[in-house]
């Protein structure tokens, strides 16, 4: 489970919210590179106290954590190692009645 934090147009905290599961990995060839993307759908539950502040909010912040896959081969970290990662969101807000 993560927070988002739900922002006002000075970035000041307003609410939070938790966000439950995970985003899934890109899939990745035998050079453990990503060779095609992968898609996450995470419904997030707002009760109808927090829709109110979510429609007002001018900008959430997320916070992501990510894990590299598990390889059983020894990888020599005596020069730096870099990545580029490419992370892109798209939020639908559907209010369900209940």
Do not use: E, W, Y
Not at 88 to 97: C, K, L, Q
């Amino acid at each position: 489970m993560n927070m988002q934090l739900l922002l006002d147009a000075n970035s000041g905290v307003i609410d939070s919210l938790l966000v439950p599961g995970l985003i899934a990995a890109g899939v990745l060839d035998g050079n453990n590179l990503v060779t095609a993307t992968t898609l996450t759908k995470i419904p997030i539950p707002i009760d109808d106290a927090r829709k109110q502040t979510l429609t007002n909010t001018k900008k959430i912040k997320v916070r992501a954590a990510f894990t590299t896959p598990h390889i059983l081969k020894c990888i020599n970290c005596t020069t730096p190692i870099v990545s580029t990662l490419n992370l892109v969101a798209t939020v639908n807000i559907i209010f369900d009645s209940l």
